[in-house]
């Protein structure tokens, strides 16, 4: 609509104001003097009328504005046209020959070229109007990702090109960009070329690129570009190599080819024509000072004005001229709010010799710092030049004008120059500091050569009618392949006018002159510099306040164009021609550097793989919009998450060991409050972790916390379901911890140390049935309800987390798709040497028992293997010790006799660890520990050990009791501590065993060192060390009843978890399937019936206190690879089992390097790293007891016992004595809860005795009938009902 107006109003517009019209002048050399001071007056006035509409509409981009633009170039054009036509018909060739004055020849041919002037009216308008179109598309283009949100080209997407390392998002900006903005023009474009080439052909020129080159006034022109550009070849190649090879090192291999091209939209600029904002990924020594004073710049409150006054101290200092008056009331030095403006910077003559302004959308940065000096230099050279005529006010040639503030913005630069400012703290002078300066300006200065090459080269192309427009995007992507050795990112047909994105295309500014400039102004440099008086590398000369260097600035300024390029060139410099060589020799330290970089790495100079081209990232472009894809900012998250989460996860951790150690409601209020706070930051940043897209991220710990991040665990549930969960733990632990057995209201029993006392320490049958089946009934049946709710929750917040149930989220801490099977495997491995174990075991207990209690067809009663869960078998040793007479390792008695106590448990361990060079505990852990059970207050006795993330307070919590099993125990715990110690350094999201397992493995490696006879004669528990057959053989059965009697009870824990989760078991028959598993995987039963009034899943600790259990089960298998790969280290030679790693640095490294990786790798590198092998493996196991195996199966071979418990129904006999120690309102009887005064009648023992021998009659012929269906079946494989 507004251009069928523009129209209308151009009817009456073609006509000249007469004010302006050319008079009458004589066909002489004094007529034209005349016509040429006539002329020169009249275009003051008539450009600054051009000029000022252009300026308003650049400052304010509206349809109004560009009308009046277009009017005043048509005004413009039609004076051009005027004065020119009447040059040409005034004044002849012939007559100008004979002129003495050379100056007014050339100032009549300059305006006898009229350019667009020469185009009749109507195509005069057209061109006009294309022109103010494409500025207009360019200049109003937006990115727009989602509704109501949209990015300019500054400051928002030149941000985003510069500071982003997503490659989605910078992708998506630059093909967004290159769309919103060429496209359009693509149409209009070749009929500008059209209506230019008209225009330049009636001025006498080949096309509008001839014309343009007619500037430099030199017919060798383009050869002298092209050898310039061979003498500067080599530096860019090898800045192109070495830039290459660190963007591969970012993105790697899918997205940078290292014979290829470079992906055009990774290296920080929208046309890649500098690079110096992605200097951080490049910086040559990161450890020496790299010039960005950014940052110091907005401390000291620098604004755009600030900026502009810094430059223009700079120009006065060397002698010239300060700013006039109205360039600061004028100019435009920020972008407004308020309109659309042209952002990019440009500096503006209004030639009227007292108006000259800026516009720039200034940002405080140092980069813009320099485009300051850089304009600034533009209005320096209009003021040394305004009194030439108008015909002379430009630059001796194009590249002149461009090269005046350049080259101060080479003094600005300097670290010198920004320390005398103010900017740079301290100067540094060493190689290193110089490599990292001049990289960056080589990335800003050498990067551009071939861009401000090309650009020219390509319009050339078009002007000649040698590139038609069915070629335009193929011929420039060309071109930007052959010199720049970039390529689009996504494929660009023709139908894309991807040159149309650059300002200078749309906005018809020659290019060339930009190219010319960065050769000039070396060699201005290096002049000013020597008038300067600087001495040294050229690199470092800064020529601020050296008048002599602006003297001769100044002469070359004044001048304009009245004289050819090459004379005032000659007179600076004392050279006519242009000379790549100050360039060289300003950049030859850090071309030295690249070309010895490239040759380390092998570098490939150029791009042999020309046609190379990046796959489309997967899920581009749907991702960018909804995900964050810089991996920078996901770093720039992740830290500012670990620096909130120490203080966060501290301050749980604080409440919840108040709470462990001092058991009470106000401490329970605490951490319930401070585990909301914990889950409240654990879902924000978990939510925020949930907006990256790390696909293409190239740190794999950054993709690795962000998983990590991303599942919320219970933090997922809403706020009403997470008090109830959190309440829910609290409650079961508590219930737990403070259950207590009691024989009558004055004597309870805790289960620590009491219970734990008689079960390891009782012989008598029915007091062992007495703590077991108490403690069953204080804590296990209590829970039973509170876990029914607690599996719904932890199945809610495990599915909001993306897992099939908790069990699931479980099994995916261990990274294994096949987790499950390899754990069966293992088991299958493992299951002989349980199996003889468990027969032997048995023979002795029914030596001990008798017929009535032990079934050696059977499993064996729970509750007789000196355990409350049956878990470990060691406080037996002494009724399955196999030779009585020989050595007997168990320090308990040589502790006490020695005065052990606590303290001097967990010094020794401490001493252990020392001696392999690890760490010390630290003053925290003396100060705070909780190493015995106090006896003011109740607390929660397992022992625990603590990271409180803060790097420094580390803690453990034991009830510890002076017995070997208690010092095995310290070292387990300790042996956490040392892991927390090792990677404390980690991110918080690392400061984790590589899996659940490496945890638990690591004091327990130790373990199996400390344990050795051995070890425990040179720490003074052992008299002697007896190494005999016998000796041995009671060694590792007391191991084999701590580390192989546990390992089914360590699978099976989880495996019945795992199927309440998810709902093979459902909770009417938990205690039925948990009893189904004991037997199964242990061999074992209830020693009186159970039912599903009972819980006893929830009398074990890690039950109620949602304690992943699968961990021990790995970790026995894991701590003998590490024990064998650790004595190896050590330099052992013998049996395994003898092996003491004690005082060994070697094994000390081996493990603390293992340690120090936390979880910032998989589990299967740790585990190479370690043993040499990635995984789980039970040889080294086998290996350790082997002597036991063999002699196992010997001796169970010599009593002609059965493996496993083919009687697998058989329960022991129910006595009079054991009736005693029920529970007073009931007795167990047939599987159903009696009254106890029913069960005093006579009549009912008979009963009793009678139902007993029918059911025997029955089982023994059930047996005999099932047993040849299961003859051929191990019984692992069948699941027991």
């Given at each position: 609509m507004h251009w069928a107006v523009l129209l209308l109003a151009l009817i009456g517009a073609s006509a000249l104001n007469p004010e302006w019209q050319p008079g009458a002048y004589e066909s002489s050399e004094a007529g034209a003097e005349r016509f040429v001071s006539d002329y020169n007056t009249t275009a003051e006035q008539v450009f600054y009328f051009s000029t000022e509409a252009s300026w308003t509409y650049n400052t304010n981009l509206t349809d109004y504005n560009s009308q009046q633009q277009v009017l005043a170039s048509l005004e413009e054009q039609a004076f051009s046209e005027a004065w020119?036509?009447?040059?040409?018909?005034?004044?002849?060739?012939?007559?100008?020959?004979?002129?003495?004055?050379?100056?007014?020849?050339?100032?009549?041919?300059?305006?006898?070229?009229?350019?667009?002037?020469?185009?009749?009216?109507?195509?005069?308008?057209?061109?006009?109007?294309?022109?103010?179109?494409?500025?207009?598309?360019?200049?109003?283009?937006?990115?727009?990702?989602?509704?109501?949100?949209?990015?300019?080209?500054?400051?928002?997407?030149?941000?985003?090109?510069?500071?982003?390392?997503?490659?989605?998002?910078?992708?998506?900006?630059?093909?967004?960009?290159?769309?919103?903005?060429?496209?359009?023009?693509?149409?209009?474009?070749?009929?500008?070329?059209?209506?230019?080439?008209?225009?330049?052909?009636?001025?006498?020129?080949?096309?509008?690129?001839?014309?343009?080159?007619?500037?430099?006034?030199?017919?060798?022109?383009?050869?002298?570009?092209?050898?310039?550009?061979?003498?500067?070849?080599?530096?860019?190649?090898?800045?192109?190599?070495?830039?290459?090879?660190?963007?591969?090192?970012?993105?790697?291999?899918?997205?940078?080819?290292?014979?290829?091209?470079?992906?055009?939209?990774?290296?920080?600029?929208?046309?890649?024509?500098?690079?110096?904002?992605?200097?951080?990924?490049?910086?040559?020594?990161?450890?020496?000072?790299?010039?960005?004073?950014?940052?110091?710049?907005?401390?000291?409150?620098?604004?755009?004005?600030?900026?502009?006054?810094?430059?223009?101290?700079?120009?006065?200092?060397?002698?010239?001229?300060?700013?006039?008056?109205?360039?600061?009331?004028?100019?435009?030095?920020?972008?407004?709010?308020?309109?659309?403006?042209?952002?990019?910077?440009?500096?503006?003559?209004?030639?009227?010799?007292?108006?000259?302004?800026?516009?720039?959308?200034?940002?405080?940065?140092?980069?813009?710092?320099?485009?300051?000096?850089?304009?600034?230099?533009?209005?320096?050279?209009?003021?040394?030049?305004?009194?030439?005529?108008?015909?002379?006010?430009?630059?001796?040639?194009?590249?002149?004008?461009?090269?005046?503030?350049?080259?101060?913005?080479?003094?600005?630069?300097?670290?010198?120059?920004?320390?005398?400012?103010?900017?740079?703290?301290?100067?540094?002078?060493?190689?290193?500091?110089?490599?990292?300066?001049?990289?960056?300006?080589?990335?800003?200065?050498?990067?551009?050569?071939?861009?401000?090459?090309?650009?020219?080269?390509?319009?050339?192309?078009?002007?000649?009618?040698?590139?038609?427009?069915?070629?335009?995007?193929?011929?420039?992507?060309?071109?930007?392949?052959?010199?720049?050795?970039?390529?689009?990112?996504?494929?660009?047909?023709?139908?894309?006018?991807?040159?149309?994105?650059?300002?200078?295309?749309?906005?018809?500014?020659?290019?060339?002159?930009?190219?010319v400039s960065f050769i000039l102004q070396f060699q201005f440099h290096q002049k000013l510099c020597q008038e300067a008086g600087h001495t040294g590398p050229l690199h470092k000369c800064d020529i601020y306040r050296s008048t002599q260097a602006g003297a001769v600035l100044e002469k070359v300024l004044r001048a304009g164009s009245s004289r050819p390029w090459t004379e005032v060139?000659?007179?600076?410099?004392?050279?006519?021609?242009?000379?790549?060589?100050?360039?060289?020799?300003?950049?030859?330290?850090?071309?030295?550097?690249?070309?010895?970089?490239?040759?380390?790495?092998?570098?490939?100079?150029?791009?042999?793989?020309?046609?190379?081209?990046?796959?489309?990232?997967?899920?581009?472009?749907?991702?960018?919009?909804?995900?964050?894809?810089?991996?920078?900012?996901?770093?720039?998250?992740?830290?500012?998450?670990?620096?909130?989460?120490?203080?966060?996860?501290?301050?749980?951790?604080?409440?919840?060991?108040?709470?462990?150690?001092?058991?009470?409601?106000?401490?329970?209020?605490?951490?319930?409050?401070?585990?909301?706070?914990?889950?409240?930051?654990t879902k924000t940043y978990g939510l925020e972790s949930c907006k990256y897209d790390t696909t293409d991220f190239q740190d794999p710990s950054v993709k690795r916390i962000l998983k990590k991040l991303s599942d919320l665990e219970r933090a997922v549930l809403p706020d009403a379901e997470l008090k109830e969960y959190n309440n829910l733990l609290a409650s079961m632990?508590?219930?737990?911890?403070?259950?207590?057995?009691?024989?009558?209201?004055?004597?309870?029993?805790?289960?620590?140390?009491?219970?734990?006392?008689?079960?390891?320490?009782?012989?008598?049958?029915?007091?062992?049935?007495f703590a077991w089946q108490g403690w069953r009934n204080a804590s296990g049946r209590e829970?039973?309800?509170?876990?029914?709710?607690?599996?719904?929750?932890?199945?809610?917040?495990?599915?909001?987390?993306?897992?099939?149930?908790?069990?699931?989220?479980?099994?995916?801490?261990?990274?294994?798709?096949?987790?499950?099977?390899?754990?069966?495997?293992?088991?299958?491995?493992?299951?002989?040497?349980?199996?003889?174990?468990?027969?032997?075991?048995?023979?002795?207990?029914?030596?001990?028992?008798?017929?009535?209690?032990?079934?050696?067809?059977?499993?064996?009663?729970?509750?007789?293997?000196?355990?409350?869960?049956?878990?470990?078998?060691?406080?037996?040793?002494?009724?399955?010790?196999?030779?009585?007479?020989?050595?007997?390792?168990?320090?308990?008695?040589?502790?006490?006799?020695?005065?052990?106590?606590?303290?001097?448990?967990?010094?020794?361990?401490?001493?252990?660890?020392?001696?392999?060079?690890?760490m010390a505990m630290p003053n925290e852990f003396w100060q705070k520990s909780m190493l015995e059970k106090p006896t003011d207050r109740e607390v929660v006795c397992h022992a625990s050990a603590w990271d409180f993330y803060n790097r420094k307070d580390f803690r453990i919590k034991q009830c510890t009791v002076v017995n070997m099993d208690d010092l095995i125990t310290v070292h387990h715990e300790m042996g956490h501590v040392q892991y927390f110690l090792q990677y404390k350094e980690q991110p918080i999201s690392f400061r984790d065993g590589a899996n659940p397992g490496f945890h638990e493995a690591i004091g327990d490696v130790l373990a199996l060192s400390v344990s050795t006879p051995k070890h425990l004669h040179s720490i003074g528990l052992l008299d002697k060390v007896e190494d005999n057959q016998e000796s041995t053989i009671n060694f590792l059965m007391s191991i084999a009843l701590d580390k192989i009697a546990f390992l089914p009870f360590g699978y099976l824990m989880d495996q019945w978890r795992w199927k309440v989760f998810d709902g093979r078991i459902p909770s009417s028959e938990y205690n039925k399937e948990w009893w189904n598993l004991r037997l199964k995987y242990q061999g074992l039963c209830p020693p009186v019936t159970r039912t599903e009034e009972d819980f006893d899943p929830g009398a074990k600790f890690h039950i109620p206190a949602n304690v992943p259990y699968i961990r021990y089960f790995v970790s026995f298998v894991i701590q003998f690879q590490f024990h064998k790969a650790l004595c190896e280290a050590a330099g052992h030679t013998g049996p395994l089992h003898n092996c003491d790693i004690y005082e060994s640095k070697e094994a000390g490294k081996l493990l603390g390097d293992v340690m120090k990786l936390g979880y910032s790798k998989p589990w299967p590198e740790a585990m190479a790293m370690i043993t040499g092998q990635p995984e789980m493996s039970v040889q080294p196991l086998m290996e350790y007891f082997q002597p036991l195996i063999t002699w196992l199966e010997q001796e169970n071979k010599n009593n002609g016992d059965i493996l496993g418990w083919p009687e697998y129904s058989w329960k022991p006999s129910t006595t009079e004595s054991t009736a005693a120690v029920m529970e007073d309102s009931s007795v167990d009887f047939l599987g159903l809860n009696i009254d106890r005064a029913a069960a005093t009648a006579g009549q009912w023992v008979l009963l009793v005795l009678g139902i007993v021998l029918l059911l025997a009659t029955i089982f023994l012929a059930y047996k005999y009938r099932r047993s040849r269906h299961l003859q051929n079946k191990s019984i692992s494989q069948v699941e027991l009902k």
């Open positions: 020119g036509q009447k040059a040409k018909t005034t004044f002849s060739d012939a007559l100008m020959d004979t002129f003495t004055n050379q100056e007014l020849k050339t100032l009549i041919k300059k305006i006898n070229v009229l350019g667009p002037a020469n185009l009749v009216q109507t195509e005069r308008e057209r061109y006009n109007t294309i022109l103010s179109q494409m500025d207009n598309i360019y200049s109003t283009a937006k990115l727009c990702p989602k509704e109501g949100e949209c990015w300019s080209l500054e400051p928002e997407l030149k941000e985003i090109l510069a500071n982003s390392r997503s490659y989605k998002k910078l992708l998506y900006v630059w093909e967004g960009w290159h769309n919103v903005s060429g496209k359009p023009l693509k149409n209009l474009y070749p009929e500008f070329v059209q209506l230019s080439n008209k225009a330049s052909t009636m001025d006498g020129f080949e096309d509008t690129g001839a014309y343009w080159r007619s500037w430099y006034e030199s017919p060798t022109f383009e050869q002298d570009l092209e050898r310039l550009y061979k003498q500067l070849q080599p530096l860019y190649l090898n800045l192109h190599a070495f830039v290459r090879r660190k963007l591969y090192d970012f993105y790697g291999p899918k997205y940078i080819n290292l014979n290829g091209p470079i992906p055009a939209h990774l290296l920080g600029n929208m046309w890649s024509q500098t690079w110096n904002n992605i200097y951080d990924m490049m910086i040559p020594f990161p450890d020496k000072p790299n010039v960005d004073v950014t940052s110091n710049m907005v401390a000291q409150g620098y604004n755009a004005t600030h900026m502009f006054r810094v430059a223009e101290e700079f120009f006065t200092s060397l002698g010239l001229k300060e700013m006039p008056q109205k360039f600061w009331e004028k100019s435009m030095l920020e972008k407004p709010d308020d309109r659309e403006v042209v952002c990019h910077a440009s500096a503006w003559d209004f030639y009227n010799r007292e108006d000259f302004r800026i516009k720039q959308c200034t940002i405080v940065t140092m980069e813009q710092l320099f485009t300051v000096h850089h304009e600034m230099g533009h209005v320096e050279y209009y003021l040394q030049y305004k009194d030439q005529p108008v015909s002379f006010r430009r630059g001796a040639n194009p590249g002149f004008h461009e090269a005046i503030g350049d080259v101060l913005s080479l003094s600005v630069s300097t670290p010198k120059h920004l320390n005398t400012i103010g900017l740079l703290e301290t100067l540094t002078d060493d190689n290193e500091t110089d490599i990292n300066y001049l990289l960056k300006m080589a990335l800003e200065k050498i990067a551009f050569l071939p861009f401000g090459y090309l650009i020219d080269q390509w319009r050339w192309g078009v002007f000649s009618g040698y590139t038609p427009p069915e070629r335009y995007n193929a011929e420039w992507w060309y071109l930007r392949t052959k010199y720049q050795g970039i390529c689009p990112p996504v494929r660009r047909t023709e139908e894309f006018f991807d040159p149309g994105a650059k300002y200078h295309i749309p906005g018809n500014t020659p290019y060339i002159r930009y190219f060139l000659q007179d600076a410099l004392g050279t006519n021609k242009m000379d790549a060589s100050p360039l060289m020799e300003y950049f030859q330290p850090v071309t030295t550097w690249l070309e010895e970089q490239n040759r380390l790495t092998d570098e490939t100079l150029g791009w042999p793989d020309f046609d190379w081209m990046p796959p489309v990232p997967e899920g581009y472009p749907e991702d960018v919009v909804d995900k964050i894809t810089d991996e920078t900012q996901a770093k720039q998250f992740l830290a500012e998450y670990n620096s909130t989460a120490e203080i966060v996860w501290n301050a749980y951790t604080e409440a919840s060991w108040a709470y462990n150690t001092d058991i009470n409601e106000q401490n329970k209020q605490i951490m319930l409050e401070k585990n909301l706070e914990m889950a409240n930051h632990e508590t219930t737990y911890s403070v259950a207590k057995v009691c024989r009558d209201e004055n004597t309870c029993l805790p289960l620590d140390p009491d219970l734990n006392k008689i079960m390891a320490e009782s012989r008598d049958y029915d007091e062992l049935l829970l039973r309800q509170s876990y029914e709710r607690y599996v719904e929750l932890a199945n809610l917040a495990a599915r909001s987390n993306g897992h099939v149930d908790n069990g699931a989220f479980w099994r995916s801490l261990y990274e294994t798709p096949t987790f499950e099977k390899d754990l069966e495997a293992l088991w299958k491995d493992l299951e002989p040497l349980y199996l003889n174990l468990h027969t032997y075991v048995r023979r002795a207990l029914f030596k001990k028992y008798g017929a009535k209690r032990i079934n050696l067809k059977g499993p064996i009663p729970a509750h007789l293997l000196g355990n409350m869960w049956a878990q470990t078998w060691s406080s037996i040793m002494d009724l399955v010790m196999p030779y009585p007479d020989a050595t007997q390792i168990d320090v308990t008695q040589a502790m006490i006799a020695n005065g052990w106590n606590a303290l001097r448990m967990f010094k020794e361990s401490e001493r252990f660890f020392t001696s392999l060079g690890l």
